[in-house]
């Protein structure tokens, strides 16, 4: 089963993606800020990452970039 790495700050939001991603056949690690996604990327090592784009303490997309360095690295 692939693990998907969930980070979105709506909590309504949050607990429907991972509802559904869950019936598609994923293992969800659900989190609600950036912080916490780049805590768990390190160290669950996820198939499939999908972030909100407006996340408490950093950008959505500047935690894309950190992601695509520390995978690349």
Known sequence: MKTLLLAE????????LTGLLSQAGYT??????????????????????VLGVDLPHVE????VHLLRAHSQG
């Open 9 to 16: 700050s709506h909590p309504p939001t949050l607990e429907h």
């Open 28 to 49: 969800v690690r659900a989190v609600s800020d950036a912080v916490m996604a780049l805590e768990h990327f390190s160290a669950d090592n996820p198939d499939v990452v």
């Open 60 to 63: 959505g997309q500047h935690v």
